[in-house]
């Protein structure tokens, strides 16, 4: 299980994707909660592009979709719980796509390594702002 522990092929791809689609929706050069909230929507669409996989898929999308919806009500602080606490679910969960699909059941029990890093990045987001 050591290989899934190393980063995933897609995920520089698919995080070019989300700060792409962020960059997207910023205007100015302040932001204010909304705009914090339109850039993160736009991250999420900017993946989306990339990818199916969908919550519950074991990927990252586990932690960014909750993180993203919980954003639109309370900002960094709910999306860094929300995502922590999706990426904590994936170890429930056979892995559906990227390299840990190769391992089919016996991904289960194990935290998606794309979740786990996105939920880190939306946790030092929260502490940073």
């Known amino acids: ?14 995080l070019g994707g989300f700060f792409l689609g962020m960059s997207d929706c910023a205007e100015g050069k ?6 914090v909230k339109r850039m993160f929507a736009g991250g999420l669409s900017g993946v989306k592009k ?9 990927t990252m999308m586990d932690a960014l979709i909750p993180a993203v919806e919980a954003m639109q009500a309370v900002v960094l602080t709910m999306g860094a719980q929300a995502a922590l606490k999706g990426a904590e679910a ?14 089919g059941e016996r991904s289960i029990g194990y935290a998606d390594s794309g979740a786990s ?13």
């Open 1 to 14: 299980f050591n290989v899934m522990l190393q980063i995933s092929g897609s995920t520089s791809t698919l």
């Open 30 to 35: 302040e932001l204010d909660v909304e705009a």
């Open 50 to 58: 990339q990818t199916k996989a969908q919550r519950g898929d074991k």
């Open 90 to 103: 994936t170890k429930d969960m056979k892995a559906n796509f990227g390299r840990a699909r190769n391992y």
């Open 117 to 129: 890093s996105w939920s880190c990045m939306f946790d030092a987001f929260a502490k940073a702002l």
